[in-house]
């Protein structure tokens, strides 16, 4: 799997999706070791529903062996958790991997900070005649997941007016 299917997080972020992708990898093999129900929901601080294994998941077993020697990897980064750098590709390959197998097993998208949609702006104007300045949206900096719409009309635009859709310092 291409690793930049995985996002690069760093420092705490990168040690927190270790943490829980290696703790989903241990719920999914007690439950197929028969330690746990496979029907008895995961209840995880911050998440707003309980995980629930599919069943029928739990029987493909290259599927299952993948997950267990994924853990087995992420169980040494956990032991020295300043292993765990930004820049290592090998470590995103197998964050993708697990992450793909785990979401497969759960039937859900595993969402880590970096993944998260940004701020959405949207602007709609409609002018009918300009004779200073119209800016759609302004802004110093603009981070880099946020999206900037603007949509302007207008039927005339005088002399010395202007129209500009975003004013922007700088983006990412």
Do not use: C, W
């Amino acid at each position: 799997m291409d690793p930049i299917a995985f996002p690069v997080l760093a420092g705490a972020l990168l040690n927190e999706a270790i943490r829980f992708l290696f703790n989903r990898a241990n719920a999914v093999l007690d439950r197929r070791a028969g330690r746990m129900p496979v029907e008895e929901p995961e209840q995880i601080a911050g998440q707003p529903h309980p995980l629930l294994v599919h069943a029928e998941a739990l029987a493909d077993d290259d599927r299952i062996e993948r997950v267990a020697q994924a853990r087995d990897v992420l169980e040494q980064y956990l032991a020295d958790p300043d292993r765990a750098r930004e820049g290592d590709e090998d470590l995103r390959q197998v964050l993708a991997a697990l992450k793909r197998d785990l979401e497969a097993i759960y039937g859900q998208e595993f969402v880590f900070a970096e993944q998260r949609p940004g701020p959405t702006v949207d602007v709609s104007q409609n002018v009918d005649s300009i004779a200073d300045t119209v800016t759609g949206v302004k802004a110093t900096r603009v981070g880099g997941q946020a999206k900037v719409h603007v949509d302007q009309k207008s039927t005339r635009v005088e002399s010395g007016g202007s129209m500009t859709g975003a004013d922007l310092g700088s983006i990412g």
